[in-house]
């Protein structure tokens, strides 16, 4: 049995990411040879159990994953998932008092420069949230990298309906794609091939010369 069939039979229960969009991630990292991932919210650490196996099955890789430090008193927890299925060695957790933003911050103030392969995210998130984090997670993507989304058609609405505190919002935010509006508010104007799939995924691919922090990009108004 694989380490990725072994998340299944084990955590095919719990709340998160499904069997059959782990293997369409899988697909996608395998194909592109991902090493070091980066993954932007993690909740009970069922996604980051099966992008650790995928690691494991191949022999290589880390994953380096953020969430709000409140998910720690969540059962199981991200540390008893992994340890149910013997992939602690590969996944790094890390727990930010308020959003993953700061923490992409001190990684990017490291001196370590590029670093990822791939970043995988929940896209459930607001554009100003998703937005900031797309530019941050450009920092620590290496060229030609890609930044993977679960979930582009996500609105606030939908999150509303779930009876989830959130600030107020008009209803036309409210109905926006804002995952989507941020890939190609931001991705394609700075270069990124994006694409946005019907089935629920959207991928952007960092430029292999350029990205949002090569500031030779950008000119004022006056100087083109």
């Given at each position: ?11 095919g ?11 369409e991630?899988?697909s996608?990292?395998?194909e592109?040879?991902a ?11 069922k996604?980051?159990?099966y992008?650790?196996a995928?690691?494991e099955?191949?022999?290589?890789g880390h ?14 927890s991200?540390?008893e998932t992994?340890?149910?299925v013997g ?9 930010a008092?308020r959003?993953?933003?700061w923490?992409l911050?001190?990684?990017i103030q490291d ?13 459930r ?7 900031l ?12 990298g ?8 996500w609105t606030i609405a939908?999150?509303f309906?779930?009876k989830?505190?959130l ?10 794609n804002?995952?989507r509006?941020?890939?190609e508010i931001?991705?394609?104007r700075?270069g990124?091939?994006?694409r ?6 959207g991928?952007?691919q960092?430029p ?5 922090f090569d500031?030779?990009?950008?000119a004022f108004?006056?100087e083109?």
């Amino acid at each position: 049995m694989t380490k990725f069939d072994e998340v299944t039979a084990t955590l095919g229960s719990l709340p998160g990411m499904r069997e059959d969009r782990a293997r369409e991630l899988c697909s996608f990292v395998l194909e592109h040879g991902a090493v070091e991932l980066l993954e932007i919210g993690f909740l009970h650490g069922k996604s980051s159990a099966y992008i650790a196996a995928i690691l494991e099955d191949q022999g290589r890789g880390h994953l380096t994953t953020i969430d709000r430090v409140n998910v720690r008193t969540l059962e199981p927890s991200i540390s008893e998932t992994l340890a149910r299925v013997g992939l602690t060695h590969r996944v790094t957790p890390i727990f930010a008092p308020r959003s993953p933003t700061w923490e992409l911050c001190k990684m990017i103030q490291d001196g370590r420069g590029t670093r990822f392969d791939v970043c995988y995210f929940d896209g459930r998130y607001t554009r100003d949230v998703t937005g900031l984090d797309f530019v941050l997670v450009d920092a620590l993507l290496k060229p030609g990298g890609w930044i993977v989304c679960d979930g582009p058609d996500w609105t606030i609405a939908d999150a509303f309906d779930r009876k989830r505190t959130l600030p107020p919002y008009d209803a036309e935010e409210r109905q926006a794609n804002d995952v989507r509006l941020a890939f190609e508010i931001l991705g394609d104007r700075v270069g990124y091939r994006t694409r946005l799939e019907n089935n629920g995924w959207g991928f952007a691919q960092k430029p292999r010369k350029r990205g949002l922090f090569d500031v030779k990009r950008f000119a004022f108004p006056w100087e083109q």
